[in-house]
């Protein structure tokens, strides 16, 4: 037998797969894309008043009086502070709870892969009209029907909530295994057990995720709402603002701060549990 030595055996070579090219079309649109995005923001610096940051500088005796105050917070009326808070919290609380109570059905009926189109349609054009209004601009609306108070924040937050939920709900839906709606259904089963036992244990979990984020964003938007007199702390900030009176200010925002960060722990514990 003859011995083959293997050690002086030359490795194979390997070619080396040259890196994707992009073809001049796709470089025409990329440098048309941000080169219109750079065009954009240069055209706009007078509009947005971005030649007046030299103002920072210049005002800031301005600035360390405020901050002086705002050092300094007075928690004199601590009690008034933490009421409104927790209405706040409760206003931002029933907000979403009706949100999701609306979003629902209205996501299952925006789902293209579970409800006809006839359907998705003009659910999804109410859906875009929720989304579109403003918080601020819903809130007075229903200052305007119910008076002022926590029920104007209440419904302006549960209307503009529920059309985001629903976007979200229905996409989480269209993404969904077909395999569990496609077992029910071979047994016989209506579309309404499709959904309940197909459909509902697969996107739950998300769901909810969805709507503990949006709880944390409607307690600060519940804030903002006060504003408006839609109740909640945002009066009271805005009547301390109003009446220069920075310490109580400062004081308004490290509750507010204080509530929302202990809301985005426990928000982020049950989504840990969830998913």
């Known amino acids: 037998m003859?011995?083959?030595?293997?050690?002086g055996a030359a490795p194979a070579a390997v070619a080396i797969p040259q890196a994707p090219a992009k073809s001049a079309g796709a470089w025409a649109?990329?440098?048309?894309?941000?080169?219109?995005?750079?065009?954009?923001?240069?055209?706009?610096?007078d509009a947005v008043d971005l030649g007046?940051?030299?103002?920072?500088?210049?005002?800031?005796?301005?600035?360390?009086?405020?901050s002086a105050d705002l050092l300094r917070p007075n928690f004199a009326d601590w009690r008034l502070f933490v009421g409104k808070m927790w209405e706040t919290i409760q206003i931002a609380l029933w907000g979403t709870f009706l949100a999701v109570f609306l979003g629902v059905p209205m996501g299952l009926a925006a789902a293209r892969n579970i409800a006809p189109v006839w359907v998705v349609q003009p659910v999804r054009?109410?859906?875009?009209?929720?989304?579109?209004?403003?918080?601020?601009?819903?809130?007075?609306?229903?200052?305007?029907?119910?008076?002022?108070?926590p029920l104007a924040g209440v419904l302006a937050i549960a209307l503009n909530t529920a059309g985001v939920l629903a976007k979200l709900f229905s996409e989480?839906?269209?993404?969904?295994?077909?395999?569990?709606?496609?077992?029910?259904?071979?047994?016989g089963a209506s579309k309404l057990h499709e959904i309940v036992w197909g459909v509902i244990p697969q996107v739950a979990p998300l769901w909810?995720?969805?709507?503990?984020?949006r709880f944390e964003s409607n307690s600060r938007s519940a804030?903002?709402?006060?504003?408006?007199?839609?109740?909640?702390?945002?009066?009271?900030?805005?009547?301390?603002?109003?009446?220069f009176a920075f310490r109580d200010v400062s004081a308004v925002v490290i509750v507010v701060i204080v509530a929302v960060t202990l809301i985005d722990f426990l928000s982020q514990a049950m989504?840990?549990?969830l998913l």
Not at 52 to 66: H, K
Not at 229 to 243: E, H, K, T, Y
């Open 223 to 243: 804030t903002v709402l006060g504003l408006i007199g839609a109740g909640g702390i945002g009066q009271v900030l805005f009547d301390r603002m109003n009446g």
């Open 29 to 45: 649109l990329d440098i048309l894309i941000w080169g219109g995005l750079a065009i954009l923001l240069l055209i706009s610096i």
């Open 52 to 66: 007046n940051l030299s103002r920072l500088i210049t005002n800031s005796a301005n600035i360390q009086n405020f």
């Open 172 to 187: 989480a839906v269209e993404s969904i295994d077909k395999g569990p709606v496609e077992g029910v259904r071979a047994t």
């Open 271 to 273: 989504r840990r549990r």
């Open 125 to 149: 054009w109410i859906m875009n009209m929720l989304r579109s209004i403003p918080d601020l601009v819903m809130g007075l609306l229903f200052v305007v029907a119910v008076g002022l108070g």
């Open 2 to 7: 003859t011995d083959v030595s293997l050690t």
């Open 208 to 213: 909810t995720s969805f709507a503990l984020y």
